[in-house]
């Protein structure tokens, strides 16, 4: 498959037809399309450290990068990789590593030596790390040192032809003060992780030598239309597709989740969501990058430390998941924290629960946006207007994007109101899977002329223009011929009291097919005194009677990917699992 993409040369883009509901919602501080950009992402670096030099593009626990030591160190890294690790343009270089300095360097490095980034969850274990070596042909890595172990050894279990040639491995510690002072403060288990110095594998380099030779590198040539990310999904069964991102697809919604939230050089933003993640790349990565913001780094999430630092910084835009507002809205320590900076925050990965977005309302003033959007789609296809957001709500279609609904297996257009597929089309749209032709063609189709994906997820659109997501086509519990959609429960459920999260699930029942299951985390305080048959009464008075879990089991914490979803297919897989005695 050719690097380059099939992207138009045209740099403009038509919004949704002018007829759909949502332009009666758009906000009017908000274009409804954005040319497209005609650079690639290396120029957005580029154009900020000549812009603001001095300006601290990162902080991280206190040790600041400015946008001229950022720019250089990526470019001192671009010519060790062109010079000694023989990286090509149109090479696959790996990427794994948490939040840091280091990941924004390494990715910037990457792109201008023209070579492709392929972002892994550093939660990966060597079992599953041969695929991401394999799969996208990748012959170098730059990598932590908490993750060098398990990368090598995933290498070795790799033939020798297709095993990483180079590793380049860096400590988090390069980019960290010698003494981190109170407020940067990370919890203590944190402190011997960070500072870490373990040998490193064999014939692995050190990122501080590599940066030492400050080798030039080659004169920059990628354009907007060639590959920039492979950026693998977070399946759960099966082996993870490669999602192939042009600097035009992934720049779009760079540019354009900017505009939507109003951002400028004066904003002061958490990175809060790994880097990673589609999510994080964009509101993490390149978008503080794109308008010469400074972005407040967090290696892991601790909610404490997060309130430290956005009162501290006086953080102002915050885009996260909503598993950490919960988080931080339990902590005992809240009232210590000043949150009165914020002015936007809103996120996605999971449905804001409405009793938790009432608080931070009612709270803070601070109205969750919530958004959504997919690998595929570079992050946000839809987003809730920051002035008029919706509440269990997906929002409207973004900037650029014409968004439908239609039904599942004949592909026609539904009207407001009625559930079936939501299909997307825009300029943030991946090229296709890397490598494999018929899995692209599957999610693919043409309607009015356009070329829409479909994300599998169902929803409806109300009479507003706005999405409400129901679920994924295949989760959803048939009890006695009533479906229940699982996101729906778990929503009424967070309104319990004692809730702290929920995953509801579906269990084979001899007499109605399947039943209703709620797998809880309970409040802390609310352990000691809260029994399973005190959710399931609460669930009675609150729901219809066929929604009502009838089995409840406590868990200490659920399962969540690297992006911080909750895992609910591995759930499903461990009920079916012991119902079969497994």
Not at 137 to 159: F, K, M, S, Y
Not at 291 to 307: I, S
Not at 430 to 445: H, I, L, Q, S
Request: net charge negative.
């Amino acid at each position: 498959m050719s690097l380059q993409s099939a992207a138009p040369s045209s740099i403009a883009v038509a919004p949704a037809p002018a007829d759909r509901p949502h332009w009666r919602s758009w906000p009017r501080h908000v274009p409804r399309a954005i040319p497209l950009p005609a650079t690639s992402l290396w120029h957005n670096l580029e154009v900020s450290a000549r812009r603001y030099p001095d300006k601290p593009a990162l902080d991280f626990l206190g040790e600041q990068v400015s946008y001229a030591r950022l720019r250089e160190q990526a470019e001192a890294l671009a010519g060790w990789l062109r010079k000694r690790a023989g990286v090509a343009r149109g090479d696959r270089v790996l990427l794994m590593m948490q939040n840091s300095p280091q990941f924004v360097i390494a990715f910037y490095a990457i792109m201008r030596a023209d070579a492709i980034v392929v972002p892994v969850n550093p939660m990966s274990r060597a079992d599953e790390l041969g695929h991401y070596i394999a799969d996208p042909e990748a012959r170098v890595a730059i990598c932590a040192t908490d993750v060098a172990g398990q990368l090598a050894l995933g290498n070795a279990q790799l033939p020798p032809e297709e095993r990483l040639r180079t590793m380049l491995v860096t400590r988090y510690s390069d980019c960290l003060p010698r003494d981190i002072d109170p407020v940067h403060r990370p919890p203590q288990a944190w402190l011997e992780w960070l500072y870490a110095a373990p040998p490193l594998p064999d014939g692995a380099h050190a990122w501080q030598d590599a940066l030492a030779e400050a080798l030039a590198p080659a004169p920059h040539l990628s354009s907007a239309e060639d590959l920039v990310a492979i950026c693998y999904t977070s399946g759960t069964t099966g082996r993870s597709k490669g999602c192939m991102h042009t600097h035009r697809s992934i720049g779009h919604n760079t540019i354009a989740g900017t505009v939507w939230t109003n951002g400028s050089a004066a904003d002061v933003s958490l990175g809060a969501v790994p880097m990673f993640h589609i999510t994080g790349m964009q509101y993490a990565v390149h978008g503080p990058i794109w308008t010469g913001a400074t972005n407040v780094l967090m290696p892991r999430w601790d909610r404490d430390l997060a309130g430290r630092l956005i009162s501290h910084h006086r953080v102002n835009t915050w885009t996260n998941i909503p598993t950490m507002i919960i988080d931080l809205l339990g902590s005992p320590r809240l009232d210590e924290f000043d949150l009165s900076s914020l002015v936007y925050i809103g996120g996605g990965g999971a449905a804001m629960p409405q009793a938790v977005a009432e608080r931070l309302e009612q709270q803070f003033g601070l109205r969750y946006a919530e958004g959504y959007g997919l690998t595929e789609t570079a992050a946000p296809s839809h987003g809730n207007p920051p002035s008029a957001p919706k509440r269990q709500c997906l929002g409207v279609p973004f900037i650029g994007t014409d968004a439908r609904i239609v039904d599942p297996d004949t592909l026609n257009e539904l009207g407001p109101g009625q559930t079936g597929e939501i299909v997307i089309h825009g300029p943030q749209l991946f090229k296709g899977y890397w490598r494999r032709p018929a899995d692209t063609e599957a999610v693919f189709f043409d309607l009015d002329g356009k070329r829409f994906f479909r994300t599998g997820d169902l929803g409806h659109m109300d009479e507003d223009g706005y999405f409400f997501i129901t679920d994924r086509l295949k989760r959803m519990i048939n009890a006695s011929g009533f479906k229940v959609w699982p996101a729906e429960v778990e929503t009424m459920l967070f309104r319990h009291p004692a809730v702290l999260e929920a995953c509801i699930i579906g269990t084979r029942d001899a007499y109605r097919g399947e039943s209703v299951k709620a797998v809880v985390v309970l409040r802390s305080e609310a352990r000691a005194g809260t029994r399973e048959e005190d959710i399931i009464t609460w669930a009675r008075e609150h729901m219809a009677a066929y929604k009502v879990p009838r089995e409840v089991e406590f868990v200490d914490a659920l399962p969540k990917s690297g992006s911080g979803k909750v895992m609910w297919r591995m759930l499903q897989e461990q009920e079916a699992q012991r119902r079969d005695g497994g």
